[in-house]
């Protein structure tokens, strides 16, 4: 959840507050030594006592920032070990621009079996800077002499020349934090957008006015704006399966530059409106101007579009076209690195390059479509409260046929027309055109993870069950199934390593139809033996009718979640069994038929059994209609996964008659 704090920050009146100052470094108490777990949340390993920081653009003509951090962690035992690994990431553009870190203090505090406290602080010369990437450094140290109870402080200071990117603060960890607190003070030349993220609200929202704080040179002064921003009792935010960037749930403030004065007076807009970023899309060398080259393309077409007789036929072809033509390097970005003519000649390119070749190609053969700015799940939401380029990272095509449109990544040749790859199914893109003004569009799942087994099984005398499995997937399971196969070398490679991972069936015959139909059914026919018993001379036996892909255990164990499942597309599986078995067996236990729904058609789980002479019928049906279920529809989702991992954890039992 992102929302607006505030406005406008430095035009604050004066205000007869009292701010917090920085906690005493080293000073413990022995009731924080003795703690043996913490109160709010008894699971957590380890838990931040008190954390403080302090941002502010300095005086002097280079007017770096600086960023001031303090944080004090008790450990509970072994598992929260990881807290005293502390990695301190560092922005450098070049040589010349950097971030750096100096100050560092740590200091382990512990106490052993006798009472005896030591203190161990860390020794400078294990502080080591790594180098990450191009733009990033890590300074990075270890705790030294940790042991369960103990409590590790550490401090640092941070400068940084990109006083444009002010310091965020991350209220929220992996583990929780009993008070933490944040001071920004802003000179009143700098105007700062401030928005706070999260589902977590502050405890403590202050303001001051600082007079005459700034002073760059040149006889120039002003005042500052100190904002103080503070939670307590902060609850850890726990990963679990299917959630996006745990960005987009974290509880922090951040901080966007809207505009500055310079030192001769003149307001300098940063902030954009999207309609200057439309007519600076419009313009980019490596964008817009990429879009309009449909001269490429015009006479590579002619082959392609022959026999097609209106506009979605063209765009299926065109869209083919360009999937068979490059492959993916796997970078990401919505410009292209040296333009789509050089990728097209090398049939290799990032994102932007086959995308943008699409849209190029699509305009050739005469079919509407605009670009698709986007950012994928694994890179957070967009911010929609001001325009910011940086926070997309990806960027696909919109075809417009009629009363119906299509979007369109043809970075992977296994996806069908108007099917997005999950990555891109994340909130909302912003549609540019050429031609009109951008605006927003969902970003939704056109089809569902769909797939059906059908088995007909009979069980022998001699304890083998023999009979046919029979698959067929559609949307993104057929997708998924593909790409399964795909990266085997061959169909046969496919089954041969998927008989080696079930031990007890053995695959005798196999047909795989519509692998390179992507607009068809994956359909899959297994002829099976299935090594399930030694013999049937004896009184009873089991059987789990329940074995193909079963539910091993539940994903959701959290006993309350703050944040949305989001599984991307709706999914719908069904799984019929028909068991036929010897005349000399009857059936001594039937499990009851079960039954289960979500609240407001959210989705169902239903398993039936039934019997009719020596046949046995299972059905089982998982109906998850929603590709995003919010935090008060977790305990209900949690229960229907219960309700399935406990059926199908169900043996029927045979007996001799």
């Given amino acids: 959840m992102k929302g607006s704090l505030l406005g406008v920050l430095l035009s604050l009146a004066p205000l007869l507050t009292v701010f917090a100052q920085d906690f005493q470094f080293g000073v413990h108490n022995l009731e924080e030594l003795d703690q043996k777990q913490y109160a709010a949340d008894a699971t957590a390993n380890a838990v931040v006592l008190r954390e403080f920081g302090t941002a502010r653009i300095s005086s002097g003509s280079r007017t770096p920032l600086i960023f001031d951090y303090h944080v004090r962690i008790k450990i509970f035992n072994s598992k929260g070990f990881d807290q005293g690994d502390v990695i301190i990431p560092i922005y450098k553009t070049d040589n010349d621009r950097f971030e750096s870190v100096s100050q560092i203090k740590a200091v382990t505090i512990s106490q052993d079996e006798n009472g005896n406290i030591s203190r161990t602080p860390l020794d400078e010369k294990k502080v080591y800077k790594e180098n990450k990437n191009k733009h990033w450094d890590h300074v990075k140290f270890a705790m030294p002499n940790m042991r369960d109870g103990c409590i590790i402080e550490y401090s640092y200071q941070l400068e940084s020349p990109y006083v444009f990117n002010f310091r965020s603060w991350i209220f929220q960890w992996d583990i929780p934090k009993v008070y933490s607190e944040y001071i920004a003070s802003i000179p009143a030349v700098y105007n700062y957008n401030v928005a706070l993220k999260g589902g977590q609200p502050l405890t403590t929202n202050k303001a001051e006015l600082e007079k005459d704080c700034f002073n760059p040179g040149g006889g120039v002064k002003a005042d500052c704006s100190k904002l103080l921003f503070a939670m307590k009792n902060i609850p850890a935010l726990v990963e679990e399966d299917y959630m996006t960037a745990a960005s987009n749930f974290r509880s922090a403030i951040t901080f966007e530059l809207s505009d500055y004065v310079e030192y001769n007076g003149y307001k300098r807009k940063v902030t954009q409106e999207w309609k200057d970023i439309d007519l600076e899309l419009k313009k980019e060398t490596l964008f817009g101007a990429q879009i309009k080259k449909t001269d490429l393309f015009k006479g590579r077409l002619e082959p392609v579009l022959q026999g097609t007789t209106d506009e979605l036929s063209k765009a299926k072809a065109v869209y083919a076209y360009i999937q068979k033509s490059f492959k993916w390097n796997k970078s990401r970005h919505f410009y292209s690195e040296d333009g789509i003519k050089k990728a ?42 001001y325009p910011v380029l940086s926070d997309f990272n990806y960027v696909v095509a919109k075809v417009n046929i009629g009363d119906n449109s299509y979007l369109l990544d043809a970075t992977d040749p296994l996806l069908p027309f108007g099917l997005l790859p999950i990555r891109c199914i994340n909130d909302q893109g912003r549609v540019v055109s050429l031609t009109k003004p951008s605006y927003w569009t969902d970003l939704k799942a056109s089809q569902k993870e769909s797939k059906i087994y059908s088995l007909k099984l009979e069980l022998a005398e ?8 029979t698959g067929y997937s559609k949307g993104y399971e057929a997708y998924n199934k593909r790409s399964a196969i795909k990266d085997f070398n061959s169909v046969e490679e496919y089954v041969e390593n998927l008989d080696e991972k079930m031990p007890r069936i053995k695959i005798l015959n196999f047909d795989i139809k519509n692998l390179d139909s992507l607009e068809n059914s994956v359909v899959e026919t297994y002829e099976v033996e299935i090594d399930a018993y030694d013999n049937l001379n004896r009184e009873q036996i089991s059987f789990n009718p329940y074995f193909m892909d079963p539910i091993q255990e539940n994903p959701f164990k959290l006993d309350k979640r703050s944040y949305p499942v989001d599984w991307g597309a709706p999914s719908d599986t069904r799984v019929n069994v028909v068991l036929v078995y010897p005349d000399t067996f009857e059936l001594a236990n039937k499990p009851g038929n079960v039954g289960l729904a979500l609240p407001e058609g959210g989705g169902r789980y239903m398993a039936s059994m039934e019997q009719e002479g020596n046949q046995l019928t299972v059905s089982q049906m998982t109906q998850l209609n929603k590709s995003i279920y919010l935090a008060h529809e977790y305990p209900a989702l ?19 008659k």
Avoid: P, Y
């Fill in 344 to 385: 097209l000649e090398n049939h290799t390119g990032n994102v932007a390059d086959i995308n943008l070749s699409l849209l190029a190609a699509l305009g050739a053969a005469g079919v509407d479509a605009d670009a698709v700015l986007l950012s994928t799940r694994d890179n957070g939401i967009i911010n929609k409260l």
């Fill in 462 to 469: 001699t304890g083998k069950i023999k009979g046919t499995i």
């Fill in 638 to 656: 949690k229960e229907l996964f219960n309700k399935m991992v406990q059926t199908q954890k169900v043996e029927v039992i045979f007996k001799k």
